[in-house]
């Protein structure tokens, strides 16, 4: 169950700090590594008031935030933590509100995905702190009078802090400047190995899940487990029928407490941005109010001049072998929609998914606000 965070605010010396912007030096990448000299902030050029504020650096500084902006309206929200990865980092949830509704939103499956966090920090500051980021207003009274609003929004922070020590600024747009070969080998190799290194591709395939004596082998060649896994060697996207991992199973059992009415999940792989409606195992009524939410957030990206696939939603595909998180939220009675936001650089390698010659990758800024946008979208339309 969620901890109080009244309760857990004595733990903390901060505890009654509101968000703000704290400036660092930060280290520059050099192929994967760390060098010894550091880069200021300011060398991050044009960077807008929206990005300076959420966009975090390191998962631990994510976290941080997080905190922060709980323990800062203690009597707006409850704030915990529903498990904890290997290496020691939580996994908070909030909750706001008392309607009778419940709405989950989930990010940060995995760590190589990282503006699904960062958007949900701007929607959280929107709801708690009364911010306007990127000129959004939530209306926070009514909606939260209408509805119970569950957010998770770093759920493997164990590999986002990881991929933060590949990728500094945690956007890899900014850090490999073109998309060669050889890029392209170092940025699938720090996501997914040890996939390669074990079974000769890059290609994820179920249960993608790798043992102890694995593990410790993989490292014995220098190497950390790729950014995509948690801190026990597995990706959560194919953990949702067995269930193995610390963060899937206290995630499954948070909602089935819950029992939501929606749970939307951020990813940020896709190419270009995409909303995934219905679920390839919702029927009737309810794959019909999955296309129309999927259309109301279509509809807020269009007019903030987004990017993204303007197109009759379709279904996320049905999976071989193991089944992904959208049958299990259908078996607990559940709406749902996977948003996938186009993943910087990354998103030219999107063949498979149905690219638009006409796209380009979004801007660490547009992540954001494609991020909040959607947000945003789902609590207004749930409401009305």
Known sequence: ??????????????????????????????????????????????????????????????????????FAHVN??????????????????????????????ISGMHG??????????????????????????????????AITLYVIPLINPGGAERYSTHFP??????????????NKVRFMGEANQPTEYFFGSYVKKAPMRFSPA???????????????????????????????????????????VIRPYWVVDFHNFMYPTEVFAPSGYSQASVAQEELALAASIHEDWRRHKLPFHDARPRPYPKPKEKHY????????????????INGGMLATEGAEYEPNP????????????SVLVAANAILNYVFL
């Not at 959208?326 to 929609?337: A, I, K, N, Q, V």
């Open 76 to 105: 707006e929200c409850a704030f915990g933590e529903i498990a904890r990865s290997a290496s020691g980092l939580p996994v908070y949830s909030f909750r706001m509100g008392k309607g009778s509704r419940p709405i989950v939103l």
């Open 214 to 256: 694995q593990i410790a082998q993989w490292e014995a060649t220098g190497h950390s487990l790729g950014s995509s896994l948690t801190d026990d060697g597995l990706d959560m996207w194919f953990d949702w029928d067995d269930t193995r991992g610390r963060e899937t199973a206290a995630l499954k059992q948070l909602l089935q």
């Open 358 to 369: 006409k796209m380009v990758a979004l801007t660490r800024r547009e992540s954001l606000e």
């Open 112 to 145: 190589c995905e990282p503006s699904g966090p960062r958007g949900l920090l701007a929607l959280l500051d929107a709801l708690l702190g009364g911010q306007k980021p990127f000129n959004i207003s939530v209306d926070t009274s009514k909606l939260l009078s």
């Open 169 to 182: 600024d945690s956007w890899h747009g900014t850090w490999i400047p073109e998309w060669t070969e050889a």
């Open 1 to 70: 169950m969620i901890r109080s965070g009244a309760l857990a605010a004595s733990t903390m010396s901060e505890s009654a700090e509101p968000l703000t912007v704290r400036r660092h030096s930060y280290p520059r990448s050099d192929q994967g590594g760390t060098r010894q000299e550091a880069i200021t902030a300011g060398e991050y050029l044009n960077w807008t008031d929206e990005e300076a504020r959420y966009w975090f650096f390191r998962a631990s500084d994510g976290l941080d935030r997080f905190r922060r902006l709980a």
């Open 325 to 340: 998180e959208d049958y299990w939220f259908h078996e607990l009675g559940t709406r749902s929609l996977i948003i996938e």
